[in-house]
């Protein structure tokens, strides 16, 4: 089993910055890429930012300049510095983690249980 573990949600008003935190744990052989997703209420849960083991990125257009994604490989966490927030910006967000399990030659994807991000005006 593998869990994924998020914090550093809270409230913040607007230009503010909050760091949020993933960490995987569990029976884990290696993890290709960790990232963000969001969803605010009514609408589709969409991409925030990825990260790759070997250090590439990739951000959506509406956080590009604004949030910066990172990673310790050694830990097994990624995080989100999210700067300049905007009350758009509020939402719940998701860690998810391609993760290849100890024993096995499939890769899955697993998911946080979602930390809320509020941005106030």
């Known amino acids: 089993q593998v869990q994924l573990v998020e914090s550093g949600g809270g409230l913040v008003q607007a230009g503010g910055s909050l760091r949020l935190s993933c960490a995987a744990s569990?029976?884990?052989?290696?993890?290709?890429?960790m990232g963000w997703y969001r969803q605010a209420p009514g609408n589709q849960r969409e991409f925030v930012a990825a990260a790759t083991a070997n250090g590439f990125t990739n951000y959506a257009d509406s956080v590009k300049g604004r949030f910066t994604i990172s990673r310790d490989n050694a830990k097994n966490t990624v995080y989100l510095q999210m700067n300049s927030l905007k009350p758009e910006d509020t939402a719940v967000y998701y860690c998810?983690?391609?993760?290849?399990?100890?024993?096995?030659?499939?890769?899955?994807?697993?998911w946080g249980q979602g930390t809320q991000v509020t941005v106030s005006s």
């Open positions: 569990g029976s884990i052989f290696s993890i290709y890429a």
């Open positions: 998810m983690s391609q993760v290849l399990p100890a024993g096995t030659a499939y890769q899955y994807d697993y």
